[in-house]
């Protein structure tokens, strides 16, 4: 009987005759939930408690020891965080997800789990200030040290590896000069040595670069930017791949040996392929408690609904100011990884064919008084320390987030006097334009007031 | 009266999960067999469960699967025959550490798709003078499991194309929403494909495929049989297994509803339930 052969059915899904899959606009407004069960809610609903009654003793027992599914207390899971989490995890085509109360809690638990006191980390020099602070200056002081690499020195990387290397670190594209990671030579490097290959993907998201397809292992998001969307939340995540081979590495004993902590269970042996991921939530959430709010998964799982239409006008948006500031007389130099000066352009086809996101950096010629003028001359673009918002957001770093740096140190940081930092949102672009010229007019009046003091 | 396999190495090449417990010999044991590609974190909930509820348990990786060394075996009878090996191995270690020494013991096998197949195959040649077969569990359950032509040619040229069609048949759907926070099915079930031996997934559907042994091995089962199934299984379709209960006056047959062929990730607690009440009732 030809409809009884394993997959028959299934091959007259569609009339090519090849399985289907469920596409990516779909999984982002869909997965993880089922329509609510009891009172037939659309949208996600929003569990906002902190316990969960138990049926019986026996129930509770179970929960607690892992012999059933279910919620046993909300530091270790909530079923709106958990529609979250697997909507991630299904975009990301990884394993699972788990949620954390900051992109800096993700990177701390990341670490928390898969090292000890004696570990080291070879990170991309350029990443987040906020990774770079917890790697340089705080895990140190636990016994984790961090050597810092340029993304772009492939060789520098594969040298900094050292016997007790745990993790290699970096960012899709990184600060502030846009740097793109060569996501497959990087995570071959990690594979050579037996060690996981984390990719923060904030700046991306899943829309734009897929960091598993590369390679990585695992990825992290600050969810606070692009997949909320809004500026609305604070949250983080990391996702698994579920391919590391933990007990094959011989360098992960927190995953492959059985743990005191509890009940002498081995993560491994009890998820072949989501190992971290357990461990993580079972001793990362338990013990350091930073678990995301159910109210923020909510907010987040509402941005992420409209994650690639946000995305393709982030990106479009982007294209045509950096067109418009290319022409202006005012602006020295744009770093965008899209542009044929850019020293990642070639890695742009393969890693970032949907585009290279909308977080870039541009140097006014008027230099620190010329970039404060810019910024206080835009009205749409709102000046603040964050990126990832649908609405614009503009940052001068030398007179904000860098300003006790000298000239000369802010050269070292690869930031000039007049560089500013533009987060591009999805407003008219006509209107974004109008009030970039208006900014620019202003700022070239001062250019040319410093330019006269100067050759006067 | 504890065995020493603590840790779970049945041996130097086969492993076996015991949910860390030592196996004693004053307990019945169920074993338990996973599919095409798969390995014994199938069972994570159902096999953890009885192994802290009174049960010895073996979670079997099957050879060259996950933790299991050895050479991929190319039928259901040869795995059949390697499962009963394993499980008189460990009669005889649990023999020689009883203190009566004419005790027996109680032996339950619960297989998943291929794995049922081969829990079939081993409980028709369960020959184990010290122990007793108390019940058999076929979960996504079809025979003959034949294979379409074009996931077997996936699976010989082109497996990441077979791993994405099983993934998909295997689930009621990609949209999840499944009862484990966290964890995406679809993506675990595919990266536990992704992560089986090179080769595993078209020796496991050629021995699916190829088994013609079923109605046979059947008539030589005694005990009960519990089938189970997913009621929108794709893989392997209840109906199926529905001919085969309504022809044995041993066996019961249950569907869970909202279920496709991974029915332990997508009813974890409706599988479990099911075989406490089964198991449970065949405890001696």
């Known amino acids: ?456 | 009266m504890y065995l020493k396999l603590k840790g779970a190495k049945l041996n130097e090449v086969n492993y076996a999960y015991t949910g860390t417990h030592d196996l004693a010999s004053d307990l019945e044991t169920i074993v338990f067999v996973h599919g095409t590609s798969m390995d014994h974190t199938v069972w994570a909930h159902q096999s953890r469960y009885f192994a802290y509820h009174g049960y010895n348990v073996l979670a079997v990786d099957l050879p060259a699967h996950k933790f299991s060394q050895g050479e991929l075996l190319p039928s259901i009878e040869r795995m059949a025959e390697w499962l009963n090996k394993m499980i008189g191995k460990m009669i005889g270690k649990m023999i020689r550490q009883m203190i009566d020494q004419t005790a027996g013991t109680a032996f339950h096998i619960v297989g998943h798709s291929m794995g049922a197949l081969i829990a079939l195959e081993a409980a028709a040649n369960f020959n184990h003078p010290d122990a007793g077969l108390n019940s058999l569990s076929l979960i996504g359950f079809s025979y003959p499991m034949s294979v379409t032509p074009q996931l077997m040619d996936a699976a010989q040229h082109n497996p990441s194309e077979a791993y994405s069609m099983m993934t998909q048949w295997s689930h009621r759907s990609a949209i999840g929403g499944e009862p484990i926070p966290g964890f995406w099915s679809a993506g675990m079930q595919l990266s536990m494909m992704e992560n089986s031996k090179p080769g595993a997934v078209h020796t496991d559907l050629i021995a699916c495929d190829n088994y013609n042994n079923g109605e046979a091995a059947f008539a030589n089962i005694h005990c009960p049989i519990l089938f189970l199934s997913g009621a929108l299984d794709k893989m392997a379709p209840a109906k199926l297994a529905k001919a085969q209960a309504d022809k044995n006056e041993c066996a019961e047959i249950v569907l869970i509803p909202e279920c496709g062929h991974s029915i332990m990730s997508e009813s974890p607690d409706g599988v479990l339930d099911e075989l406490t009440r089964f198991i449970g009732g065949r405890r001696k």
């Not at chain 1, 270790?76 to 788990?98: D, K």
């Not at chain 1, 899943?206 to 692009?226: E, Q, R, V, W």
């Not at chain 1, 678990?291 to 998964?297: I, L, N, S």
């Not at chain 1, 022409?327 to 970032?352: C, F, G, K, R, W």
């Open chain 1, 1 to 456: 009987m030809v409809q009884d052969k394993l997959g028959d059915d299934n091959m007259k899904d569609n009339s090519r005759g090849r399985p289907t899959k469920t596409r990516f606009d779909t999984l982002a407004l869909h997965a993880g939930q089922r329509p609510d069960p009891v009172h037939g809610a659309r949208a996600v609903p929003i569990y906002q408690t902190a316990s969960y009654v138990f049926k019986d003793s026996e129930q509770a027992a179970s929960l607690f020891n892992m012999e059933r599914p279910g919620h046993a207390y909300a530091r270790l899971s909530n079923p709106t965080t958990a529609v979250f989490e697997e909507r991630i995890a299904a975009l990301e085509e990884g394993v699972g997800g788990l949620a954390t109360a900051s992109g800096q809690a993700a990177l701390h638990l990341a670490i928390a789990t898969l090292m000890d006191a004696g570990s080291h980390i070879v990170s991309s020099s350029a990443v987040y200030g906020g990774s770079h602070n917890i790697l340089q200056y705080t895990l140190p002081r636990f016994g984790i040290d961090t050597t810092f690499v340029s993304p772009r020195d492939i060789d520098g990387i594969r040298n900094a590896i050292q016997p007790n290397t745990r993790l290699i670190f970096g960012e899709v594209i990184g600060n502030p000069g846009n740097d793109v990671m060569n996501l497959p030579v990087i995570a071959e490097i990690a594979r050579e040595n037996k060690i996981p290959f984390m990719i923060d993907s904030t700046f991306t998201t899943p829309y734009l670069c897929k960091p598993f397809d590369f390679g990585a292992n695992l990825i992290m998001h600050s969810a606070t930017k692009f997949l909320c969307g809004h500026g609305t939340v604070i949250g983080g995540v990391l996702v698994d791949h579920g391919r590391f081979d933990w007990e094959g590495s011989g360098k992960f004993s927190n995953l492959s040996e059985p743990y005191k902590g509890f009940h002498d269970m081995s993560f491994d042996e009890e998820s072949s392929q989501a190992a971290f991921l357990l461990r993580a939530r079972r001793e990362g959430m338990r013990d350091f408690g930073a678990c995301m709010a159910p109210t923020v998964a909510f907010y987040i799982l509402q941005g992420m609904e409209t994650l690639s239409m946000r995305m393709q006008r982030h990106v479009s948006n982007t294209r045509k100011i950096i067109e418009f500031l290319k022409s202006s007389d005012v602006v020295d130099t744009i770093s965008y990884p899209e542009l044929p000066e850019h020293p990642d352009y070639h890695l742009v086809d393969a890693l970032l064919p949907k585009g290279a996101g909308s977080v870039f950096s541009f140097s006014l010629k008027g230099g620190r008084e010329a970039g404060k003028v810019f910024v206080e001359g835009l009205d749409l673009f709102s000046h603040l320390a964050n990126v990832g918002d649908a609405k614009s957001l503009v940052i001068h770093p030398a007179s904000t987030t860098h300003y006790r740096m000298s000239a000369d140190d802010l050269l070292k940081a690869g930031i000039s006097e007049g560089t500013i930092r533009l987060s591009v949102g999805i407003e008219d672009i006509d209107d974004l334009l109008d009030d970039l010229s208006k900014a620019l007019h202003l700022s070239k009046k001062i250019s040319g007031k410093i330019s006269g003091k100067i050759s006067g």
